[in-house]
């Protein structure tokens, strides 16, 4: 078999998390009833005029800073014409030969290694409606709330090979666009979402293979699968000598294929020209460098200073770094008590844990991060151990509380009396002769057991290390 070499390029389109709409006043919030959020501008009615949002514009441009885009002063709002029953107007406003930003990069890392991902444009245009399918009513229905919603489309150019590096680029992306708080990144609400170009070619060709354009993949995990499935795809159609044919293609995720929808358009197919409605977008260069100079920490240098400032493993940073909330939750947690491998330690298990329960983002959780620390201190200093620290914090998850309060309360205070675990010990050792009498024997493991008898006596209130150090040396 020939050795291919994948080459993937994505489209990715980000919902800007603006008030309103790109070209009207209408609103820009999800999930409100159908056909609720639309006016004659949003809807395409005759005689209406588009007028520009500045919020757009400017969330825009803070994303094109954000990863190194050169940004245009002028650039031109195209229409792409097209029919489909979303799209009421008869065409997307966007933009086309001339964006308005253009030739930034992404820098990723997979298996320990860095690449450099370019990315050719950052365009912006308006959204289409949604269309909805009804099996049980054999109909179909339009929902045009979304129709006008703004988006910015990012175009990378076609370096990566292999889906790994895709789904490490558009976990870039997307922790990019969280930390600049201009896109809520929800891929299964389709506020994120991104088409990929997939083709191969032999090792060692420069020309590029003949595409297919893979669609409806709603998460990172099925970014993944789908490209994986169709580098194999076409890999097998060489390989019995047939060609590829450039194509849109959906991604079935229930089946883990992808499946051809329809022949894929050249651009010309979509007869741009510019938008007789709207002038040419002039943005100052004083306005575009106060922008950058409002850009907060974005997630590749905060990882960087994690590691250096709080001497933590990279791998640990980047977990703490994936989302801005979570960081900053973090920060402050170690602005309280000062131990940060500890409070990251906390953070990346039973905060995790209790996330990916409920919502999986932080706002889920009620407790402070000053008292999330003093939880960590409580631990430390040795006032309770693990296993009452855990059960804490998963009451307290959700309303919040002060832990130190909540142990006086509950009475859960460690005991590290060595006189009382020795009574406690003596009276599990004296309830199990037979266990005994095997440790002795040379049945080590039976250590566990006594030590969870010894922690049930004492209701799970026994310093773990005491206990242990106390049925050492009575076991022999």
Known sequence: MADYEAVIGLEVHAQLKTKTKLFCSCSNEFGQEPNTNICPVCTGQPGSLPVLNRTAVEYAVKMAL????????????????????????????????????????????????????????????????????????NASFVDLNRAGTPLIEIVSDPDMRSPEEAVAYLKSLHSILLYLGICDGNMEEGSFRCDA??????????????????????????????????????????????????????????????????????????????????????LERDWIE?????????????????????????????????????????????????????????????????????????????????????????????????????????????????????????????ISDTGALETAVDDVLAANPSEVEAYRGGKKKLMGFFVGQVMRQTRGQGNPKLVNQILSKKLG
């Open 66 to 137: 954000a990863i190194d885009c050169s940004v245009n002063e002028r650039s031109i709002f195209a229409r792409k014409n097209y029919f489909y029953p979303d799209l009421p107007m008869g065409y997307q406003i966007s933009q086309f030969d001339l964006p308005f930003s253009e030739h930034g990069s992404v820098e990723i890392e997979v298996g320990g290694e860095k690449k450099t991902i370019g990315v050719t444009r950052i365009h912006m245009e308006n959204d289409a409606g949604k269309n909805i399918h009804s099996h049980t009513e």
């Open 197 to 282: 170009n997939v083709s191969i070619r032999p090792r060692g060709q420069k020309e590029f293979g003949t595409r297919a354009e893979l669609k409806n993949m709603n998460s990172f995990r099925n970014v993944q699968r789908a490209i994986a499935y169709e580098i194999e795809r076409q890999e097998d159609l060489l390989e019995d000598g047939e060609e590829v044919i450039q194509e849109t293609r959906l991604f079935d995720a229930d089946r883990g294929v992808t499946a051809s929808m329809r022949g894929k358009e050249e651009a010309h197919d979509y007869r741009y020209f510019p938008d007789p409605d709207l002038l040419p977008l002039i």
């Open 290 to 414: 106060k922008l950058r100079s409002e850009l907060p920490e974005l997630p590749a240098a905060r990882l960087v200073r994690f590691e250096e400032q709080y001497s933590l493993p990279q791998a640990d940073a980047e977990v703490l770094t994936a989302d801005r909330e979570l960081a900053d939750y973090y920060e402050a947690a170690v602005e309280a008590y000062a131990e940060p491998r500890k409070v990251a330690n906390w953070v990346q298990t039973e905060m995790l844990r209790m996330l990916n329960e409920t919502t999986g983002h932080i706002s889920a959780c009620g407790m402070s991060a000053a008292h999330f620390a003093a939880l960590v201190r409580l631990v430390d200093e040795g006032t309770i151990n693990q296993k009452v620290a855990k059960k804490i914090f998963t009451e307290l998850f959700k309303d919040g509380g002060d832990p130190e309060a909540y142990v006086k309360e509950k009475g859960l205070v460690q």
